[in-house]
Antibody, heavy 134, light 108 residues
């Protein structure tokens, strides 16, 4: 059974600080060719916002509205992926989810089978609440 | 970016009734790249539908999706107690992917 579990600073972060979150994957591999690993957040009582994804072959893609403050990375030895979010403000208060996207395969004219994100989030962690407050 | 407007904001129905949820996009969504998610209190969202009308694994056929272009609909034909939740639509036809604010389906 595949599971994702977020871990982080324990809830409260001060304004202007950097948030570091980790998602531990069990039952799947962060180096899987078919899996894309995303972060999504949800401010209290509000809708969802996609933050970005990382793929094991080095690709990342971030929401343009957040790109200047976001960095994602993989730790293949621990089967984890991480989010760093700088210059936090109260507007960043949210539940942060990690999620898996099982990609879609395609066949280029030359070369081996390739993958692209499906953008369908088929597995989610339980989420971790991050409150930005002094 | 594409803005998704979901209506109604809250829908009050009884078990056994039919629910119709709407998701309208500010621009055309290419290739019907629209998904629906269900979220219960304190839980992560669960995917119900992708490609506007393809049910995800394990989703009963009481759930159906339709639409194209800018107007999409999720129908739950016979509500069961476990269906009362918040429903989000998500478009992934244009980057960045975006979500609607949700429709809360509550017991009347």
């Amino acid at each position: 059974q595949v599971q994702l579990r977020e871990s982080g600073p324990g809830g409260l972060v001060k304004p202007s600080e950097t948030l570091s979150l980790t998602c531990t994957v069990s039952g799947d591999s962060v180096t899987s060719d078919s899996s894309y690993w995303h972060w999504i957040r949800q401010p209290p009582g509000k809708g969802l916002e996609w933050i970005g994804y990382i793929y094991h072959k080095g690709a990342t893609d971030y929401n343009p509205s957040l790109k200047s403050r976001v960095t994602m990375s993989l730790d293949t030895s621990k089967n984890q992926f991480s989010l760093k979010f700088t210059s936090l403000t109260a507007a960043d208060t949210a539940v942060y989810y990690c999620a898996r996207d099982t990609g879609v395969s395609w066949y280029p004219f030359y070369g081996p089978k390739s993958w692209r994100p499906s953008w369908n989030f088929d597995l989610w962690g339980r989420g971790t609440l991050v409150t930005v407050s002094s | 970016e594409i803005v998704l407007t979901q209506s109604p904001g809250t829908l009050s129905l009884s078990p056994g009734e039919r629910a119709t949820l709407s998701c309208r996009a500010s621009q055309n969504i290419s290739r019907n790249s629209l998904a629906w998610y269900q979220q219960k209190p304190g839980q992560a969202p669960r995917i119900l539908m992708s490609g506007a009308s393809s049910r995800a694994t394990g989703i009963p056929d009481r759930f159906s999706g339709s639409g194209s272009g800018t107007d999409f609909t999720l129908i739950i034909s016979r509500l069961e107690p476990g269906d009362f939740a918040v429903y989000f639509c998500q478009q992934y036809g244009s980057a960045p992917c975006t979500f609607g604010l949700g429709t809360k389906l509550e017991v009347k």
